[in-house]
């Protein structure tokens, strides 16, 4: 069965403190692994779509990479505007696996 | 309107009661999903519909029906739900239809649904 887990469940950091969220995942075939984000009361919406271990995509100060077992949704100097959900989703065979999301709160 | 419309965003309902979800569309895509988001808990697919056909029905219990009268139209009707059935209800849509998991989903704001 596919597994995702996303690391931490919850991040506090002040304005311009770069960091990084994790996603690790087991699956028996990756066939591609997207990033969304949620603000609260609303939907997800989609960041990025990461096909092969070594690609990395790039959107304002969101920088995400991957390799074979996780991906890193690195955050530089971020604002208070990027406090949301970031959620992680595994493409595997025909389904879409989610993972339960870290929550990323910046403090001005 | 643009994007994915749902409504009505609150909801309260009685284990008794009979009420639908609705969700629209603006963007010309081909499929339309329904997603459970509940606290804690990652995403979870209900059902696909690709060009108004069901493709996916993610054994999801019988009271929830969901119907999908064109692309660009999805309801999910309710009927004696259980209090764990509370949730945030989010649909979605992609451009293209086929396999669930290929597919960058656009979603709509969602529907939180509370079971008394």
């Known amino acids: 069965e596919d597994q995702v887990t996303q690391s931490p469940e919850a991040l506090r950091l002040q304005e311009g403190e770069s960091s990084s969220l994790n996603c690790s995942y087991t699956?028996?075939?990756?066939?591609?692994l997207f990033w969304y984000r949620q603000d609260p009361g609303k939907g997800p919406e989609f960041l990025f779509t990461?096909?092969?271990a070594g690609e990395e995509k790039e959107k304002e100060r969101l920088k995400a990479t991957l390799t074979k077992k996780e991906s890193f949704l690195h955050i530089t100097a971020p604002k208070p505007e990027d406090s949301a959900t970031y959620l992680c989703?595994?493409?595997?065979?025909?389904?879409?696996?989610f993972g339960e999301g870290t929550q990323l709160t910046v403090n001005p | 309107e643009t994007g994915v419309t749902q409504t009505p965003r609150h909801l309260v309902m009685g284990m008794t009661n009979k009420k639908s979800l609705k969700c629209e569309q603006h963007?010309?895509?081909?499929?339309m999903y329904w997603y459970k988001q509940s606290a804690k808990k990652p995403l979870e697919l209900m059902f696909v519909?690709?060009?108004?056909?069901?493709?996916e029905n993610n054994s999801v219990p019988s009271r929830f029906s969901p119907e999908c009268p064109n692309s660009s139209h999805l309801f999910l009707h309710l009927h004696t739900l259980q209090p764990e059935d509370s949730a945030l209800y989010l649909c979605?849509?992609?451009?293209?239809?086929?396999?669930?998991?290929?597919?960058?989903?656009?979603f709509g704001a969602g529907s939180r649904l509370t079971v008394l």
């Open positions: 979605a849509s992609s451009q293209q239809g086929g396999a669930s998991g290929a597919n960058v989903l656009t």
């Open positions: 699956v028996s075939g990756l066939r591609g």
């Open positions: 990461l096909y092969s």
């Open positions: 989703a595994v493409h595997s065979g025909s389904r879409l696996t």
């Open positions: 963007l010309g895509h081909n499929a």
């Open positions: 519909y690709n060009f108004k056909e069901q493709t």
